[in-house]
């Protein structure tokens, strides 16, 4: 891999003053509280994110010294029980926020030695990038977690990106509208470059013609499903005085009806069989999402441009999810919204290795473990995913029922 090391050094930068950022929001007395039981408290992920650069990049990948062996241990992994009580803290004692940040100072400072003068061109290239992506997409789950914190928890604050003005011609249309998809080649995996263990060795799926949905399921379209079954509301709704709200990041709003819902991989199959379909496989959202009439494929679903924000609502512009339809810029080939940003899309798909599957060297754990017929794959993106993550080949997974992530789903059949 080719390293270009000022370009590795402002990533890093940048992903460490956005993280802190995001830290920002929690009021600081909430420090040692837990926002979702499943998950460790604040003070956890403060640790984690400069331990696990120690460990892969310092420890793992250049074989030299860490800072702390304590913290290098305490704040090594996250947690991701199959129940609240299952849900142990590897502590009862944290250490102070003071202790914390001052780790976090000297390992930022010897992370950037290594990026700019260490010896990361033999083994330490994937582990480079690999800290950088881990960062970003810690960022994101961070942003769910604070999500769940009371408003008066939190300090308000605009979206750290710019967003651009919307489409109101296309928003608000109602989905229901499907596209047919001729049966085809879809590329799964990566053969461009760096990613994670998960996303290789790259190979070609036959997939069998399709029909998807133009547009993801809106609040609106779930509400009448709710009515017609008595089906429980999604986590992100609450009702108040017989009305239906959205809890957004900062402020509970009316319901928006023409965005897309946010919901479990249970609730959004349940919904799919509800309309007599199904949710679509990972291959088939390849194909819908980057597949062509021509046959050709492209990297991002509106082509091979980089991301920028006319494609979607991802890279923070947004703090909650904006109408289906808003962004005609990103749509892919067969004229499918969405499919990459404004929530994560569930598929069918359970996670598992590709045939070949090879743990990273840089970060052994990161897949393997997730191996076991209880966590599905989401594909595309986020409001609170970064641009960089957003790749052909990123896979992302969750247990069936996990209620806190930004994942929204549309029907096949
Ligand atoms: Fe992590």
Not at 167 to 184: D, F, L, M, Y
Not at 310 to 328: I, L
Not at 347 to 361: E, I, L
């Amino acid at each position: 891999m080719a390293l270009d090391r000022e370009m590795l050094l402002r990533w890093f930068h940048d992903g460490r003053a956005r993280t802190r950022e995001v830290f920002a929001i929690p009021k600081p007395e909430t420090y040692y509280e837990r926002p979702i039981p499943l998950r460790n408290p604040i003070v956890f992920y403060e640790g984690h994110l400069p331990a696990f650069n120690i460990n892969t990049l310092i420890k793992l990948a250049l074989k030299e010294p860490g800072i702390d062996a304590g913290y290098e241990v305490l704040f090594e992994r996250g947690i991701d029980p199959d129940s609240v009580d299952a849900a142990k803290p590897p502590t009862d004692q944290w250490p102070s926020r003071r202790c914390v940040q001052e780790y976090g100072a000297k390992a930022d400072a010897l992370i950037e030695r290594a990026l700019s003068d260490g010896p990361i061109e033999v083994n330490g290239g994937e582990a480079a990038v690999a800290i950088l992506e881990h960062e970003q997409m810690h960022q994101e789950t961070l942003m769910y977690m604070f999500h769940e914190m009371a408003y008066e928890k939190k300090i308000a604050r605009k979206p750290l990106n710019v967003a651009r003005a919307l489409s109101p011609a296309r928003a608000g249309r109602t989905s229901g509208a499907t596209q047919k998809i001729p049966a085809g080649i879809a590329t799964l995996g990566n053969d461009t470059g760096f990613g994670w263990d998960n996303e290789f060795p790259a190979h070609w799926v036959e997939v069998p013609a399709f029909e998807i949905d133009r547009y993801n399921v809106t609040n609106g379209e779930y509400l009448k499903y709710m009515r017609a079954t008595n089906a429980e509301p999604p986590h992100f709704w609450a009702r108040h005085n017989g009305e239906w709200f959205w809890r957004g990041m900062f402020e509970l709003k009316p319901l928006p009806l023409d965005a897309p819902v946010y919901a479990t991989h249970d609730e959004a199959d349940a919904f799919t069989r509800w309309r007599g379909r199904r949710l679509p496989t990972e291959a088939e959202y390849h194909r819908a999402a980057f597949g062509t009439p021509s046959g050709e494929e492209r990297l991002y679903p509106w082509g091979n441009e980089q991301p920028d924000a006319s494609r979607g609502n991802f890279n923070f512009t947004n703090w909650d999810p904006v109408p289906v339809g808003s962004y005609p810029a990103g749509a892919s080939a067969w004229g499918v919204d969405d499919l990459v940003g404004n929530g994560w899309e569930w598929t069918s798909t359970v996670f598992d290795g590709f045939k070949g599957f090879r743990p990273m060297a840089s970060y052994p754990n990161y897949s393997a473990d997730f191996f076991d017929g209880q966590h599905f794959v989401i594909k595309g993106a986020s409001p609170a995913t970064s641009r960089d993550l957003v790749r052909r080949s990123f896979r992302n997974w969750f247990r069936p029922n996990y209620p806190y992530v930004y994942a929204t789903f549309r029907c096949a059949a």
